[in-house]
């Protein structure tokens, strides 16, 4: 399980934001977030499933935050 933190959204109004997590592959594991959210500072947990639900195994997965048209990514430890 990794909770993650994401920058503050500073827009006046809500923002399309999607949060997805691939393998080292490139293939999309688990969506976290895709929906509008309010400005201010987020977070998010990655509980160690897919998207079937099953456990993903231990590993290094890339999480990829899009906030409107801003694209962030991170490294995600899975333990």
């Known amino acids: 399980m990794a909770d993650i933190f994401f920058q503050e959204i500073r827009n006046q109004t809500k923002t399309k934001v999607i949060f997805k997590v691939y393998d080292v592959f490139g293939k999309e594991i688990k969506t ?18 897919i998207n079937s639900g099953q456990a993903a195994p231990t590993r290094i997965y890339c999480g990829r935050l899009q906030i409107g048209s801003e694209i962030k990514s991170q490294k995600i430890l899975k333990h």
Do not use: N, Q, R, Y
Request: no cysteine; hydrophobic share 35%; aromatic share 12%.
């Open 32 to 49: 976290l977030i895709d929906g509008f959210e309010k400005p201010g500072k987020h977070s998010v947990v990655f509980d160690g499933t």
